[in-house]
């Protein structure tokens, strides 16, 4: 039985075994899919041990993203252009495939699953850290009319923008000077991780605005419940969880999975998890 895992400290929080079991059971799969904790300096005894035994691939979450682009032996354009690497597929030859599917998780989301417009459209991405830097290029390969980077830190937005010039038209500035009028708002900044928001203008929000932020949970998030007042569509990021991850499947099994029945199935783990510790407060 071929051997998968997701690589991680923290690991335990990790719903990758679930997903991925999911996704084999439909696509008549016969894998085995567990997690691998590390110490922060222990990436590569571990992985070497893990692909000594015979896996074939690996998940690849927080802080080990640039331990893995490393790592690779080789890397695909979306890894390259990300600096960072979240699946790692043996190939026939016996190399190591370093991949990224964040972007292509994201785009999936966006564009098929909820059937928002990316191609021709005015996009904002709020933060310029490495979850940005990991979706840049699959967004402007739907080539978007611009894409604007806005940063708490200026600088760092226009660094990221230079960085991504060649692939499409890309400028940059802080979270006060944002223009007014986007079509869609994707929120890849810290801020969410934390339960806060960005705080821009509401000018930014267009009409027939979509507003996507990558975190998710069982409630709209902060960055949600302040756009929806404001006439915008909005999602959380629980999609595009799924959607990098039926990315790594197809990678490693030639299969692409469906994404909307484990969507589901995550949203009503959410729901009784809320639940439950409702009750347990009460």
């Known amino acids: 039985m071929d051997k998968y895992a997701v690589i991680g400290n923290p690991i335990k929080q990790s719903m990758s075994p679930v997903i991925h079991s999911a996704f084999a059971t439909e696509t008549n799969q016969d894998l085995e899919y567990g997690k691998l904790f590390a110490e922060v300096d222990e990436f590569k005894p571990v992985v070497d041990e893990f692909f000594a035994a015979g896996a074939r691939g690996l998940n690849v979450t927080a802080p080990f993203k640039l331990d893995a682009f490393e790592y690779a032996d080789a890397l695909t354009e979306r890894a390259r252009s990300a600096g ?6 043996l190939q026939e030859d016996g190399r190591l495939l370093g991949d990224n599917t964040d972007g292509p998780g994201l785009v999936s989301d966006i564009r098929d699953n909820l059937g928002w417009q990316i191609r021709g459209k005015k996009l904002l991405v709020l933060g310029a850290g ?7 290029l699959p967004l402007l390969n739907e080539q978007p009319a611009r894409l604007h980077i806005a940063n708490r830190t200026a600088s760092k937005a226009h660094h990221l923008a230079e960085d991504f010039q060649r692939f499409g038209s890309v400028t940059a500035g802080g979270l006060e000077d944002i223009p007014a009028g986007f079509d869609l708002i994707i929120n890849a900044s810290a801020a969410g ?14 009409p027939d605005c979509c507003v996507y932020d990558m975190v998710y949970g069982a409630e709209p998030t902060p960055f949600m419940r302040w ?45 009784k998890k809320r639940n439950a510790e409702a009750g347990e407060a009460g």
Request: net charge neutral; hydrophobic share 45%; aromatic share 2%.
């Open 227 to 271: 756009a929806e007042p404001l006439g915008a569509r909005t999602a959380d990021g629980l999609g595009m969880l799924v959607g990098q991850a039926a990315e790594a499947f197809h990678l490693w099994r030639g299969v692409r999975p469906s994404e909307a029945p484990v969507q589901a199935m995550l949203r009503e783990a959410l729901r």
């Open 130 to 136: 490495g979850a940005t830097r990991g979706t840049l």
């Open 84 to 89: 960072a690497v979240n699946t790692l597929a």
């Open 193 to 206: 991780l934390s339960g806060e928001r960005p705080h821009i203008d509401a000018s930014v929000v267009g």
